[in-house]
T-cell receptor
Framework: DTEVTQTPKHLVMGMTNKKSLKCEQH?????MYWYKQKAKKPPELMFV???????INESVPSRFSPECPNSSLLNLHLHALQPEDSALYLC?????????????FGSGTRLTVV | SQQGEEDPQALSIQEGENATMNCSYK?????LQWYRQNSGRGLVHLIL?????REKHSGRLRVTLDTSKKSSSLLITASRAADTASYFC????????????FGAGTTVTVRA
Protein backbone atom coordinates (compact mmCIF):
# COMPACT_ATOMS: atom_id res chain seq x y z
CA ASP A 1 0.00 0.00 0.00
CA THR A 2 1.69 3.20 -1.18
CA GLU A 3 -1.15 5.61 -0.53
CA VAL A 4 -2.27 8.22 1.91
CA THR A 5 -6.05 8.13 2.21
CA GLN A 6 -8.00 11.19 3.30
CA THR A 7 -11.65 11.33 4.21
CA PRO A 8 -13.98 12.96 3.50
CA LYS A 9 -13.07 14.31 0.06
CA HIS A 10 -15.45 17.24 0.45
CA LEU A 11 -16.88 18.84 3.57
CA VAL A 12 -19.25 21.74 4.03
CA MET A 13 -19.67 22.93 7.59
CA GLY A 14 -21.24 25.80 9.43
CA MET A 15 -19.28 28.07 11.70
CA THR A 16 -20.74 26.46 14.81
CA ASN A 17 -20.15 22.86 13.72
CA LYS A 18 -17.56 20.39 14.94
CA LYS A 19 -16.10 18.06 12.35
CA SER A 20 -12.99 15.95 11.85
CA LEU A 21 -10.74 15.23 8.91
CA LYS A 22 -9.08 11.84 8.76
CA CYS A 23 -5.86 10.64 7.23
CA GLU A 24 -4.51 7.10 7.07
CA GLN A 25 -1.34 5.49 5.73
CA HIS A 26 -0.03 1.94 5.93
CA UNK A 27 3.47 2.46 4.57
CA UNK A 28 5.11 2.38 7.97
CA UNK A 29 5.94 6.06 7.70
CA UNK A 30 6.77 7.63 11.05
CA UNK A 31 6.16 11.28 10.18
CA MET A 32 2.81 12.77 9.22
CA TYR A 33 1.83 16.28 8.27
CA TRP A 34 -1.14 18.58 7.77
CA TYR A 35 -0.93 21.28 5.12
CA LYS A 36 -3.48 23.93 4.16
CA GLN A 37 -3.72 25.13 0.57
CA LYS A 38 -5.72 28.10 -0.65
CA ALA A 39 -6.62 28.42 -4.33
CA LYS A 40 -3.64 29.16 -6.61
CA LYS A 41 -1.24 29.17 -3.65
CA PRO A 42 1.36 26.66 -2.47
CA PRO A 43 0.60 24.35 0.46
CA GLU A 44 1.39 25.84 3.88
CA LEU A 45 2.52 23.65 6.74
CA MET A 46 0.21 23.46 9.75
CA PHE A 47 1.39 20.54 11.91
CA VAL A 48 4.11 17.89 11.97
CA UNK A 49 3.90 14.63 13.88
CA UNK A 50 7.01 12.55 14.33
CA UNK A 51 6.69 9.13 15.97
CA UNK A 52 3.15 10.08 17.01
CA UNK A 53 4.31 13.19 18.86
CA UNK A 54 3.51 16.73 17.79
CA UNK A 55 6.78 18.26 16.65
CA ILE A 56 5.66 21.44 14.98
CA ASN A 57 2.60 23.67 15.29
CA GLU A 58 2.97 26.53 12.87
CA SER A 59 1.05 28.99 15.04
CA VAL A 60 -2.22 27.50 13.88
CA PRO A 61 -5.38 28.86 15.61
CA SER A 62 -6.77 26.62 18.34
CA ARG A 63 -9.93 26.02 16.33
CA PHE A 64 -7.76 23.45 14.52
CA SER A 65 -6.79 20.57 16.79
CA PRO A 66 -4.59 17.73 15.49
CA GLU A 67 -4.51 14.24 16.91
CA CYS A 68 -2.35 11.22 16.13
CA PRO A 69 -4.01 8.14 17.71
CA ASN A 70 -1.41 5.75 16.29
CA SER A 71 1.36 5.57 13.74
CA SER A 72 -1.08 5.06 10.86
CA LEU A 73 -3.73 7.64 11.64
CA LEU A 74 -3.83 11.41 11.78
CA ASN A 75 -6.92 13.47 12.54
CA LEU A 76 -7.64 17.15 12.33
CA HIS A 77 -10.51 18.28 14.54
CA LEU A 78 -12.31 21.42 13.46
CA HIS A 79 -14.44 23.66 15.65
CA ALA A 80 -15.88 27.14 15.24
CA LEU A 81 -14.18 27.72 11.92
CA GLN A 82 -14.37 30.92 9.92
CA PRO A 83 -15.19 31.28 6.22
CA GLU A 84 -11.54 32.17 5.54
CA ASP A 85 -10.62 28.67 6.72
CA SER A 86 -12.17 27.31 3.54
CA ALA A 87 -9.33 25.57 1.68
CA LEU A 88 -7.90 22.24 0.54
CA TYR A 89 -6.47 20.38 3.54
CA LEU A 90 -3.71 17.99 2.62
CA CYS A 91 -2.25 15.19 4.69
CA UNK A 92 1.19 13.81 3.91
CA UNK A 93 3.55 11.23 5.32
CA UNK A 94 7.24 10.41 5.02
CA UNK A 95 9.55 7.67 6.26
CA UNK A 96 10.85 10.07 8.87
CA UNK A 97 11.51 13.71 9.37
CA UNK A 98 14.71 14.98 7.91
CA UNK A 99 15.99 16.05 4.60
CA UNK A 100 16.30 12.69 2.92
CA UNK A 101 12.68 11.84 2.32
CA UNK A 102 10.07 12.81 -0.19
CA UNK A 103 6.51 13.12 1.01
CA UNK A 104 3.49 11.07 -0.03
CA PHE A 105 0.38 13.22 -0.13
CA GLY A 106 -3.27 12.31 0.08
CA SER A 107 -5.79 13.76 -2.36
CA GLY A 108 -6.99 16.24 0.21
CA THR A 109 -10.25 17.32 1.79
CA ARG A 110 -11.87 20.34 0.21
CA LEU A 111 -13.42 22.24 3.10
CA THR A 112 -16.04 24.94 2.72
CA VAL A 113 -17.08 26.91 5.79
CA VAL A 114 -20.45 28.65 5.45
CA SER B 1 7.25 31.03 4.95
CA GLN B 2 7.99 30.49 1.29
CA GLN B 3 11.57 29.62 0.47
CA GLY B 4 11.58 29.09 -3.25
CA GLU B 5 10.61 31.42 -6.02
CA GLU B 6 9.59 29.88 -9.29
CA ASP B 7 9.41 31.21 -12.77
CA PRO B 8 7.59 31.43 -14.96
CA GLN B 9 4.34 31.59 -13.00
CA ALA B 10 2.56 30.02 -15.96
CA LEU B 11 3.61 28.23 -19.11
CA SER B 12 1.58 27.12 -22.14
CA ILE B 13 3.10 24.73 -24.64
CA GLN B 14 2.07 22.47 -27.50
CA GLU B 15 2.00 18.72 -26.96
CA GLY B 16 5.39 17.26 -27.84
CA GLU B 17 7.32 20.39 -26.85
CA ASN B 18 9.61 20.65 -23.86
CA ALA B 19 8.73 22.65 -20.74
CA THR B 20 11.31 24.23 -18.48
CA MET B 21 10.67 25.89 -15.15
CA ASN B 22 13.09 27.35 -12.63
CA CYS B 23 13.29 27.60 -8.87
CA SER B 24 15.55 30.02 -7.02
CA TYR B 25 16.16 30.01 -3.29
CA LYS B 26 17.96 32.18 -0.78
CA UNK B 27 19.68 29.94 1.79
CA UNK B 28 21.80 26.80 1.68
CA UNK B 29 19.95 23.52 1.32
CA UNK B 30 20.61 19.81 1.79
CA UNK B 31 18.28 18.83 -0.98
CA LEU B 32 15.58 20.21 -3.22
CA GLN B 33 12.43 18.40 -4.24
CA TRP B 34 9.95 18.81 -7.07
CA TYR B 35 6.25 17.98 -6.84
CA ARG B 36 3.37 17.95 -9.31
CA GLN B 37 -0.23 18.80 -8.48
CA ASN B 38 -3.06 18.11 -10.86
CA SER B 39 -5.99 20.47 -10.50
CA GLY B 40 -7.53 20.29 -7.03
CA ARG B 41 -5.75 17.09 -6.08
CA GLY B 42 -2.88 16.03 -3.85
CA LEU B 43 0.78 16.56 -4.67
CA VAL B 44 2.92 13.87 -6.23
CA HIS B 45 6.61 13.66 -5.43
CA LEU B 46 8.66 13.73 -8.65
CA ILE B 47 12.35 13.99 -7.82
CA LEU B 48 14.65 14.72 -4.88
CA UNK B 49 18.07 16.09 -5.79
CA UNK B 50 20.77 16.34 -3.14
CA UNK B 51 23.07 19.32 -2.77
CA UNK B 52 26.06 17.30 -4.02
CA UNK B 53 24.23 16.29 -7.21
CA ARG B 54 24.11 18.44 -10.32
CA GLU B 55 21.62 16.58 -12.45
CA LYS B 56 19.05 13.87 -12.04
CA HIS B 57 16.72 12.11 -14.46
CA SER B 58 13.44 10.28 -14.03
CA GLY B 59 11.71 9.20 -17.23
CA ARG B 60 10.93 12.37 -19.18
CA LEU B 61 11.96 14.59 -16.28
CA ARG B 62 15.37 16.17 -15.87
CA VAL B 63 16.28 18.22 -12.82
CA THR B 64 19.41 20.30 -12.42
CA LEU B 65 20.77 21.97 -9.33
CA ASP B 66 23.30 24.79 -9.22
CA THR B 67 24.12 25.49 -5.60
CA SER B 68 26.46 28.36 -6.52
CA LYS B 69 23.55 30.17 -8.15
CA LYS B 70 21.01 28.81 -5.65
CA SER B 71 18.77 27.63 -8.43
CA SER B 72 17.21 24.48 -9.84
CA SER B 73 15.39 23.73 -13.04
CA LEU B 74 12.85 21.09 -14.02
CA LEU B 75 12.66 20.05 -17.66
CA ILE B 76 9.78 17.98 -18.99
CA THR B 77 10.58 16.57 -22.40
CA ALA B 78 8.07 15.56 -25.09
CA SER B 79 5.17 16.93 -23.07
CA ARG B 80 1.75 15.29 -23.03
CA ALA B 81 -1.70 16.60 -22.15
CA ALA B 82 -1.45 14.63 -18.90
CA ASP B 83 1.51 16.83 -17.87
CA THR B 84 -0.91 19.75 -17.44
CA ALA B 85 -0.50 20.56 -13.75
CA SER B 86 1.14 22.89 -11.25
CA TYR B 87 4.75 22.13 -10.41
CA PHE B 88 6.29 23.12 -7.09
CA CYS B 89 9.84 23.10 -5.83
CA UNK B 90 10.22 22.43 -2.12
CA UNK B 91 13.03 22.62 0.38
CA UNK B 92 13.80 22.78 4.09
CA UNK B 93 14.89 25.98 5.84
CA UNK B 94 18.41 25.91 7.29
CA UNK B 95 18.73 23.89 10.50
CA UNK B 96 15.15 22.69 10.25
CA UNK B 97 14.48 19.13 9.16
CA UNK B 98 10.76 19.27 9.85
CA UNK B 99 9.37 22.10 7.79
CA UNK B 100 9.24 21.33 4.07
CA UNK B 101 8.24 24.59 2.41
CA PHE B 102 6.95 25.02 -1.13
CA GLY B 103 7.63 27.62 -3.76
CA ALA B 104 4.79 29.50 -5.41
CA GLY B 105 4.60 27.02 -8.28
CA THR B 106 4.53 27.06 -12.07
CA THR B 107 1.26 26.24 -13.81
CA VAL B 108 1.89 24.28 -17.00
CA THR B 109 -0.77 23.87 -19.68
CA VAL B 110 -0.08 21.43 -22.49
CA ARG B 111 -2.26 22.06 -25.55
CA ALA B 112 -3.28 19.13 -27.72
Amino acid sequence: DTEVTQTPKHLVMGMTNKKSLKCEQHMGHRAMYWYKQKAKKPPELMFVYSYEKLSINESVPSRFSPECPNSSLLNLHLHALQPEDSALYLCASSQGTGTYYGYTFGSGTRLTVV
Amino acid sequence: SQQGEEDPQALSIQEGENATMNCSYKTSINNLQWYRQNSGRGLVHLILIRSNEREKHSGRLRVTLDTSKKSSSLLITASRAADTASYFCAMYPPMNDYKLSFGAGTTVTVRA
